[in-house]
């Protein structure tokens, strides 16, 4: 008896991408585009009427994180599996998507072959990362980078909005000129921000802040 096919739910705001996307996936024998959507309501609409195995997301949509979608669909449907299909190529992003439940990650630059790759191991219970994004996760990992995202560390309101603006990728001197600061104050919040949360890069301080909620993905 021949196995049913594998059922995809494409999201992505981008009408161009999700029709390409169909265009590639619908000549594949063992896999069934269910359904598309261009926004998270409309995705998460559709998610008990189409009944996906897979959903293909991206991480930018027009009203809602894909990052909470993540999470909404891995709570309400845990037997459907979440690849993410990003541009987004930042390390921040990754390991959020990873801790929203994410299976997969794959970048909207890789080749048809790496995706149909993906999706084939995230439906088989496997979970998909691109190499380079691996790499990043074993050496932070043997680093110890997770001790921030592990432990509540309280930050002063001051070092929040420093951090925000810092995440958002402002620079020393545009933040002291937004909180009417000196350069040298900002430089020493900056640094202390580091020392406090055992960070060392930007990408971490932007992964500390979508963690905490103090900026989104978009």
């Known amino acids: 008896m021949k196995e049913r096919p594998i059922r995809l739910l494409i999201v992505d705001d981008h009408t161009i991408v999700r029709q390409g996307l ?7 024998a063992d896999l069934r585009v269910v359904g598309q ?25 027009p009203d809602l994180s894909g990052l909470e979608v993540t999470r909404r669909i891995v709570q309400t449907w ?11 190529e930042e390390e921040a ?17 890789a080749d048809s072959e790496e995706l149909l790759y993906a999706i084939h191991a995230v439906y088989e219970g496997g979970v998909y990362l691109p190499p380079k994004l691996a790499a990043s996760l074993v ?14 560390i309280p930050l002063t309101p001051r070092e929040q909005t420093i951090l ?3 995440a958002q990728g402002l620079t020393n001197r545009q933040i002291a000129e937004r909180l009417s600061l ?27 802040a979508l963690r905490r909620g103090l900026i989104s993905p978009d």
């Open 37 to 61: 959507a261009g926004s998270a309501q409309e995705a998460l609409a559709l998610m008990e009427a189409c009944r996906p195995d897979v959903v293909l997301l991206d991480i930018t949509l």
């Open 139 to 152: 050496r932070d990992y043997l680093n110890q980078q997770f001790r921030p995202f592990l432990e509540e």
């Open 78 to 88: 845990p037997g459907t599996r979440v690849l993410i299909l990003t541009m987004h």
């Open 22 to 28: 169909i265009a590639l996936l619908e000549d594949e």
């Open 93 to 109: 992003f990754f390991f959020e998507a990873l801790r929203a439940g994410a299976a997969g990650y794959v970048l909207k630059g």
């Open 164 to 166: 925000r603006l810092i």
């Open 182 to 208: 000196s350069l040298n104050t900002v430089k020493t919040h900056r640094q202390h921000l580091y020392e406090k949360l055992g960070l060392h890069r930007r990408s971490d301080l932007v992964a500390y």
